[in-house]
């Protein structure tokens, strides 16, 4: 049964750092895995999209990577600004779409 | 365009009662996906569509949960008798192409249910 785990739970940096965030599952035989971010009280927005043949994917501050070998994606935030604080998730998709629990950042003007 | 659509964005009901949720997904979509968010369990996938076809109902918790399909264009989420425990906010999204789920799904902003 795949499972798919996000650490940290919760990160809190000052504005201008660099961060990544981690997405581990079990099983590699995946068809993607994308990456969401949820504001409070609102649905989820798609931030990058990495196809199993894929090991990366960027668009603007944010670049993800993919290693099914390792069982990991990473989330790389660049030059953090208050807006990006939000929950990241990670989901694999396939047959049937698997969320992690997500990661909730806070960043400090 | 507007986006997937869900109706009401937030519903309060007593336990007993029937409780109905819609959405409308992105023109063109041809996938439909229900998911249920709670702090206990987090994102789950309840049941999703392939061209109005439900795919796969395997995580619909219990036979009060029925979902359908009747037109590419809508979907309903229906809970009867609902329970306190089914409170949560659903969320609907949709996706460009049929099959297994390889591409972008375009999330509603979710219904928020209380029942109490």
């Known amino acids: 049964k795949q499972e798919v785990t996000q650490i940290p739970a919760a990160l809190s940096v000052p504005e201008g750092e660099n961060l990544v965030l981690n997405c581990s599952f079990t099983d590699s035989a995946i068809y993607n895995l994308q990456w969401f971010r949820q504001d409070p009280g609102k649905g989820l927005t798609s931030l990058l999209l990495?196809?199993?043949?894929?090991r990366e994917q960027t668009s603007g501050r944010l670049n993800a990577s993919l290693d099914k070998s390792s069982g990991r994606s990473t989330l790389y935030i660049a030059a953090s600004q208050p807006g990006d604080s939000a929950t990241y998730l990670c989901a694999l998709g396939g047959f049937k779409t698997i969320f992690g629990a997500g990661t909730r950042l806070f960043v400090k003007a | 365009d507007a986006g997937v659509i869900q109706s009401p964005r937030h519903e309060v009901t007593e336990m007993g009662q029937e409780v109905t949720l819609r959405c409308k997904p992105i023109s063109g979509h041809n996938s439909l996906f229900w998911y249920r968010q709670t702090m206990m369990r987090g994102l789950e996938l309840l049941i999703y569509f392939n061209n109005n076809v439900p795919i796969d109902d395997s995580g619909m918790p219990e036979d009060r949960f029925s979902a359908k399909m009747p037109n590419a264009s809508f979907s309903t989420l229906k809970i009867q008798p609902s329970e306190p425990r089914d409170s949560a906010v659903y969320f609907c999204?949709?996706?460009?192409?049929?099959?297994?789920?390889?591409?972008?799904?375009?999330f509603g902003p979710g219904t928020r249910l209380t029942v109490l």
């Open positions: 999204a949709s996706s460009l192409h049929g099959g297994a789920n390889t591409d972008t799904q375009y």
């Open positions: 990495i196809q199993s043949s894929q």
